[in-house]
């Protein structure tokens, strides 16, 4: 009923048959193996056999049908073995991530502008008129090597992952049978290069240079606090201060979609506490948040804060209010265990580990502080030489690398045992 024919040049493998009306058509299925050819072989003569009788065709063939991807199922419908089915009209790339976009009322103003900046990135790669259904792997490629011509790597994986999203939802709503984003690399990325560790000279000469009791409680609350800014530095109330119990309440809006509505607690570190008393002493009565004169969501805090670092004779770090937040996580796993760091900070234990704590100069001393540590407990208990390797060592004693062994545990059996020990030799 039907012939199994392949191309020898491109190997694609056709199904040749004579229809009904006597005519003889081709069905084109790419390149298969031939146990997939042959699989294919007897789908459609089952096809065939049902046009030709006007019954159904089997189960099995129907549901071979249902998973055939879109332009397959288009060239056997052509050849009139299956009907037409009944398709949505594809929107326009501009069009669904209009749409998208609109329907998101969940989401906050921050996150639609970031959504907005992704739409004008894939418009910008792509035009605005290309179908949804017209999109490949290949096309999510093309648009990460569109990004990174200009943007680091993060910044590439953050629009990428946006990108995947609007696909996704299309996929979602059944406008499109796959995601051609799902395989691109995207997410968090930790930019080590970007780290910078704020010591406290550093920060006291930016605390210095604040322009008012104000700002020096910003940087203060951002560095000794752990606190973000701008969002929970904002968002601070007077009510939210817990002076008997040294301690205050963050709102942050960042995380309040999350268990527990985004709110911690932070302890109301020696180091914060006078340049928060400062500012209470300043505050009139009535008034509602910690900070009052910076509230202008038009005010660019972050441009504001550079020029304060750069007039306290400092070079302007790389994201400067997270690294000051960087600083004092880093500094508290010193002294408190990491679960508790992160409780105060607002992050997990894994986003702290990734994009937060670093090494400091500190660890590099201490380091190399121990070889001096080690010579000097071996002195404590009891080793006067300075041997430059192990087997130096093992002459020195007459028991080896255990001089006081013997002596602390008065075993005779033990002193018999010598250089070489009581494990039976493995050479």
Known sequence: MASLSRDKQTGSTRILFVATDGKRK?????????????????????LIGASVSGSSPKNTTAEWIAGLPDGIRKRIERVGLIEPRERKECPTLGQWIKTYIASRTDVKPNTRLKLGHGKLKLIECFGEKKLLNEFNAGDAERF??????????????????????FFTAA?????IPKNPFAAVKCGDFADVTKMYFVSLEETQAVIDACPDAEW?????????????????????????????????TVHASKTEHHTGGGVRVVPIFPELLPYLEDCFKLAKPGTEYVITRYRDTRQNLRTTFIRIIEKAGLKPWPKPFQNLRSSRETELTKNHPLHVVV????????????????????????????????TSEMGRIGWNTEPSDLTQVAETTEYGLFPNIPNLCNCNELKKAGLLGIEPRTF
């Open 26 to 46: 081709t069905v084109r299925f790419g390149k298969l193996t031939q146990k997939q050819a042959d699989s294919v072989k007897l789908f459609m003569e089952d």
């Open 144 to 165: 990460r090597i569109f990004l990174k011509q200009d943007m680091a790597e993060g910044s590439v994986r953050r629009l990428c992952k946006l990108a995947r999203q």
């Open 171 to 175: 996929v979602d709503r059944e406008i």
């Open 216 to 248: 020096r409680l910003i940087v203060a609350l951002a560095r000794y606090g752990g606190v973000r800014c701008p969002s929970e530095v904002l968002r601070l109330k007077w009510e939210d201060i817990n002076w008997a119990k040294s301690r205050f």
């Open 343 to 374: 409780s105060w900070i607002g992050n997990s234990q894994p986003v702290a580990m990734k994009h937060y704590l670093q090494t400091t100069e500190e660890d590099f001393e201490k380091a190399a502080q121990n070889p001096a540590q080690y």
